[in-house]
């Protein structure tokens, strides 16, 4: 079965410091991994997924499946990266998502 | 944003009243999906629908009925509304192919409040 875990469910930083949202995973097969975004008053969006390898807004994320993490960085965080996270999963030929319980972020002046 | 909507945006109902929740696209994705986002759960999985009248059970779909008559829209429908199911629900939509899911899109959130 498919899990998705956020450790922290609040996180606080200061502008500029770095930031980490930890996201591990378990599923037996091959999953796709992402990180959705929801600014306040704002719909839920898509920030990144592990396939494309991108960087959007300044975030990276790696698969790292020895560790069955996906943990989302950015190395100087801005007061417009508050928001709330969450990790997703989809499973092999799936067309579902799995998402975690969410890490709500925020950045201190 | 993509082309969903979703209606009401806000509703009060009373236990024991059937409601009925409504996502409508324009964008003729295949996949539609409704979640609830609930504090310290995240978003979980209702229902979904994979084509026109297909439909599937997702992680909580007990007391939630769906139905999809037309592409562009997906009904959820609570058949009495229990206070444990105040939520926020979203929509989703997704273009999905035989292949694994690219993105979902989703909606603007219903606020129900069940009494």
């Known amino acids: 079965a498919q899990r998705v875990t956020q450790p922290e469910k609040l996180l606080s930083v200061f502008k500029g410091a770095p930031v980490e949202l930890k996201c591990n995973y378990s599923y037996s097969g091959s999953p796709e991994l992402f990180w959705y975004v929801q600014y306040s008053r704002q719909r839920l969006q898509l920030l990144l997924r592990h396939i494309s390898r991108e960087s959007i807004k300044g975030f990276t994320a790696d698969l790292n499946k020895g560790e069955t993490s996906f943990h989302l960085k950015k190395p100087f965080a801005q007061e417009e990266d508050s928001a709330m996270y969450y990790c997703?999963?989809?499973?092999?030929?799936?067309?579902?998502?799995?998402f975690g319980t969410g890490t709500r972020l925020t950045v201190i002046p | 944003d993509a082309g969903i909507t979703q209606s009401p945006r806000h509703k009060v109902t009373e236990t024991g009243t059937p409601v009925t929740l409504r996502c409508h696209q324009t964008e003729n994705h295949r996949y539609m999906y409704w979640y609830r986002q609930d504090p310290g759960h995240g978003l979980r999985l209702i229902h979904y629908s994979y084509g026109v009248k297909d439909t599937d059970k997702g992680e909580v779909s007990d007391g939630y009925s769906v139905s999809r008559s037309k592409t562009e829209d997906f009904l959820l429908t609570l058949e009495s509304a229990t206070s444990s199911q105040t939520s926020v629900y979203f929509c989703a939509i997704s273009g999905g192919t035989a292949g694994p899911i690219v993105e979902q899109y989703f909606g603007p959130g219903t606020r129900l409040t069940v009494t």
């Open positions: 997703a999963l989809s499973g092999t030929g799936a067309n579902n998502l799995f």
